[in-house]
């Protein structure tokens, strides 16, 4: 099956500095990414969905000036958590399909992240 | 908006005994349905999903479900579990194929 990467798989940052977290597609072009989070013992909880060369469409709620999201190639898209502060520690998860609708959506392993 | 509700957070199976997690969702309309598992370290995988026509649906690693429209449901079924099934099970709809709406997830434990 499609292979999806993260990376990387845990970070531990200073509260105010800025996280980036990879999402790639390792055999497949993918049209459509998306990001959760997911905390502790709750569901995933979509964040953004992203298209290659589009700007990013976000969750209501999701702060787009603190999660910024970009998905400059077909293989690639990254989440940029900026000025991290400790309620911003979670796992994050992408998925990414190579055309359109969640059916053909392929995740990625995930991200932890810690902010001290 | 739709919603899922997995009843059962966490759940003993002895090996070799028959599984079932449960499923409940909140929609107009029939959505999309779809059962993933997470293991540690792995990326969420998809078992099966359920679009239209016949209700019981097979996925892989031999699950399968049943959709029930009059009890909103969509319950995960195995036979005989391995002690490799042990895993976090999520539940999730999507109204047009678009975006998922995951439930809480349901930890199964498998015991010798």
């Known amino acids: 099956g499609a292979v999806v990467s993260q990376h990387p798989s845990r970070v531990i940052c200073k509260s105010g500095t800025s996280v980036k977290i990879e999402c790639r597609s390792l055999d497949f072009q993918a049209t459509t990414m998306f990001w959760y989070r997911q905390f502790p013992k709750k569901s995933l909880m979509l964040m953004a969905t992203?298209?290659?060369?589009?700007?990013?469409?976000?969750e209501q709620g999701v702060e787009k000036d603190k999660f910024l999201i970009n998905h400059a190639s077909l293989t690639l898209s990254t989440l940029t958590v900026t000025s991290a502060h400790p309620e911003d520690s979670s796992f994050y998860i992408c998925?990414?399909?190579?055309?359109?609708?969640?059916?053909?959506?392929?995740f990625g392993p995930g991200t932890r992240l810690t902010v001290l | 908006a739709q919603s899922v509700t997995q009843p059962d957070i966490h759940i003993t199976v002895s090996e070799g005994a028959s599984l079932e997690l449960r499923c409940n969702y909140s929609y107009g309309a029939t959505p999309y349905l779809f059962w993933y598992v997470q293991s540690p370290g792995q990326g969420l995988q998809l078992l099966l999903k359920?679009?239209?026509?016949?209700?019981l649906v097979q996925g892989i690693k031999g699950f399968e479900a049943e959709f029930k429209r009059s009890q909103s449901s969509f319950n995960l079924r195995k036979p005989s579990v391995h002690w490799s099934d042990a895993a976090e099970y999520f539940c999730?709809?999507?109204?047009?194929?678009?975006?998922?709406?995951f439930g809480t997830g349901t930890r199964l434990t498998i015991i010798p």
């Open positions: 999730a709809v999507s109204p047009g194929n678009e975006k998922l709406t």
């Open positions: 359920y679009f239209s026509g016949d209700t």
């Open positions: 998925s990414a399909g190579a055309r359109a609708g969640v059916d053909t959506q392929y």
């Open positions: 992203s298209n290659e060369g589009s700007k990013a469409t976000y």
